[in-house]
């Protein structure tokens, strides 16, 4: 997962993201799952998309899953043996910048008995704490 294009090339390396959580979720009336980060940090391109084929995995691709969050923040690695200077490195992976508390995933039109299944093994595919809601 990347984007097509950027505005530019390369970008600074991020920040330390605030660990605080002050969203709260509503219940709506529409049955869904909901896949919620308890702490802040960074998710990479792969990890999204290992979730992702997991959970897909154990729903036998029935339902409707959307992924909320998207990989937009390059970050570059210079090689491993490469001297000082001579520029930036190459673009290595990308991230996505997740504060405490936003959704991740959302599936729906499928049964708590496989829905929450899929999402907790889903969830352990990724480097956060998160909680799964049934709305």
Not at 36 to 53: C, D, H, K, M, P
Not at 114 to 130: D, E, F, Y
Request: aromatic share 8%.
């Amino acid at each position: 997962m990347q984007p097509k294009k950027t505005k530019y090339r390369k970008y600074f390396k991020p920040r330390i993201l605030p660990n605080i959580s002050t969203k709260n979720h509503r219940l709506t009336e529409l049955t869904c799952f909901i896949v919620v980060t308890l702490e802040s940090g960074y998710l990479n391109g792969r990890q999204i998309e290992a979730a992702r084929q997991t959970i897909r995995r154990k729903v036998k691709r029935e339902g409707k899953l959307e992924i909320l969050i998207f990989p937009d923040i390059a970050v570059s690695q210079k090689a491993s043996a490469a001297r000082m200077g001579k520029g930036k490195g190459k673009i290595d992976h990308w991230i996505a910048s997740i504060q405490a508390g936003k959704t991740i995933f959302l599936l729906y039109g499928i049964d708590a008995e496989q829905g929450i299944p899929a999402l907790h093994s889903g969830a352990n595919k990724l480097p956060l704490k998160v909680k799964i809601y049934k709305l």
